[in-house]
């Protein structure tokens, strides 16, 4: 079961771009180096090239080739002919009054996907998306509802990231001293979509992601959040390094199956089996366990004792999550002495247990709200049960 092969439905795989200028945004180096030589780039400059256009793209967020100075003005020219520098389009931009910030972006196609940064008095958080929609239809999430359109490229991607910079003003100015405090400190691919259903995307937007002379985020402060895509769970250790994050949800196959539908295909055995395998799994480097409380589904004491057996022996934090109700939701929240409850056996298990604290409820900006405007017609729960299958 574990090594089944993943399919994918034809229409998640992006579209043929349309023919004009390539945009740089996007590529890897070895990508950017190809087309850079297909251009007209003499090849043993090319490798200079891209270390100069890279540094301007992702270090200091410029998008017109004309401000690339350390290039002769012939070359900027040539550049700007054969290529371009561009993001994703911001339609609109909400601030929640706990300061979380959301944003609903324009991609090709005239697909939008939201885009939510979260700061904290540590850290500030991006939560990105790593497809159109979603294919999994987990019964208690928003983007859901929402049917899978396509995958998003590696430019949409890491797009988000840069646009999220732009707003927050975060691109240093050249030359200027370094500043250890970033308000982008973290990425979590916890948006819209299965971001193992999107591998390759999502690798190569957080290789650049990554680069150590870009935007210099360490692999550490990167969370990939799947709800249980088992055959791809080492690759991700192996092609991309990041944190691990699982949409757990339930304890048992009977109510995770209604959950988490992609528990059919893989089920909590097999999921535990890979986790426990994942070869990054250590005390220093814990695999996240995100469980949703779900009022009477979920949320017993029975759950919370058999949780802490299912997970024995592998190095985890367990994040428990008050559902974030949404219109039409079939669910209700967990209330505070429940969660309080749940959280205090696996506590005294010896396992962190963080209750999350809902941010951006008022903009929709909620872990499992997140959807695209143009689909957040409100649903009666009958139309919404409809769409599940209930």
């Not at 100075?69 to 339609?91: C, D, G, H, M, Q």
């Not at 009958?382 to 599940?388: N, S, Y």
Request: contains cysteine.
């Amino acid at each position: 079961m574990a090594d089944a092969p993943i399919t994918q439905d034809v229409m998640t795989i992006p579209r043929k771009l349309p023919d004009g200028p390539q945009n740089l945004v996007g590529l890897t180096r070895a990508a950017m180096r190809d087309a850079l030589i297909a251009a007209g780039t003499p090849e043993k400059q090319a490798k200079m090239r891209v270390g100069q256009i890279w540094q301007w793209i992702y270090q200091w967020g410029v998008r017109d080739f004309e401000a690339m100075t350390n290039l002769s003005k012939a070359y900027r020219a040539e550049l700007a002919e054969k290529f371009v520098i561009e993001v994703p389009e911001v339609v609109t931009r909400q601030v929640s009054t706990d300061g979380t910030r959301k944003y609903l972006v324009r991609i090709a196609g005239g697909h939008e996907v939201e885009v939510v940064y979260i700061p904290e008095t540590d850290r500030g958080t991006l939560c990105i998306s790593s497809q159109v929609g979603c294919t999994l239809t987990c019964s208690f999430c928003h983007t859901g509802t929402q049917k899978l359109v396509r995958n998003l490229t590696p430019a949409e991607i890491i797009g988000q990231v840069m646009v999220a910079r732009d707003d927050l003003g975060e691109w240093p100015e050249q030359g200027a001293p370094k500043n250890e405090v970033r308000l982008l400190s973290n990425i979590v691919l916890m948006g819209m979509g299965e971001p193992l259903y999107n591998f390759e995307g999502v690798r190569d937007a957080m290789k650049i992601a990554m680069d150590p002379e870009g935007i210099q985020l360490s692999r550490r402060r990167i969370t990939l959040s799947t709800s249980g895509v088992v055959p791809e769970i080492a690759r991700t250790a192996q092609e991309i390094g990041c944190q691990l994050a699982v949409s757990f949800h339930a304890t048992t196959d009977e109510v995770r199956d209604k959950l988490v539908p992609i528990n059919k295909r893989w089920n909590i055995e097999a999921l535990l089996d890979a986790l426990r395998a994942y070869p990054k799994a250590s005390n220093s480097e814990r695999i996240t366990f995100e469980y949703v409380m779900l009022k009477g589904v979920n949320d017993t004491d029975e759950d919370a004792r058999r949780l802490v057996k299912l997970i024995e022996g592998i190095p985890a934090k367990i994040n428990l999550i008050p559902f974030n109700e949404w219109p039409g939701a079939p669910y209700e929240r967990s209330s505070n002495n429940r969660i309080r409850a749940f959280a205090d056996i696996i506590y005294k298990a010896g396992y962190a247990t963080p209750i999350r604290t809902p941010r951006g409820e008022d903009i929709m900006a909620a872990c499992g709200q997140l959807k695209s405007a143009t689909e957040r017609a409100r649903k009666s729960r009958k139309q919404i049960e409809a769409e599940l299958g209930r």
